[in-house]
């Protein structure tokens, strides 16, 4: 098994800036693909950002030119650097990691992010 645990989130004003991070443990070999979702309260769950073990990134849209996705293989951690951020950014973000197969191996627990002033 794969167990995720996220951290850094937490309170930020419009236009700053948070890191968060998520550590693997467990089964980790299978890991091919780490990626952040995020979850706004009365939306679905939507895709942030995602990076194949050999860099291959995704980075959707909306966050596209403020927010980085990076890993650190030897760390078994991926990073979401989030910069410029809005009010509309905030959310529940998840950590999950994923097999060569796509298969879904684990999520995170969830961590909040508020922008707000």
């Known amino acids: 098994q794969v167990q995720l645990v996220e951290s850094g989130g937490g309170l930020v004003q419009p236009g700053g800036s948070l890191r968060l991070s998520c550590a693997a443990s467990?089964?980790?070999?299978?890991?091919?693909?780490m990626g952040w979702y995020r979850q706004a309260p009365g939306k679905q769950r939507e895709l942030v950002a995602t990076?194949?073990?050999?860099?291959?990134?995704n980075i959707a849209s909306s966050v596209l030119g403020r927010f980085t996705i990076s890993r650190d293989n030897a760390k078994n951690t991926v990073y979401l650097q989030m910069n410029s951020v809005k009010p509309e950014d905030t959310a529940v973000y998840y950590c999950?990691?994923?097999?060569?197969?796509?298969?879904?191996?684990?999520w995170g627990q969830g961590i909040q992010v508020t922008v707000s002033s």
């Open positions: 990076i194949t073990r050999g860099g291959s990134t």
């Open positions: 999950n990691a994923v097999s060569a197969a796509s298969l879904i191996l684990a």
């Open positions: 467990g089964v980790i070999f299978n890991i091919n693909a």
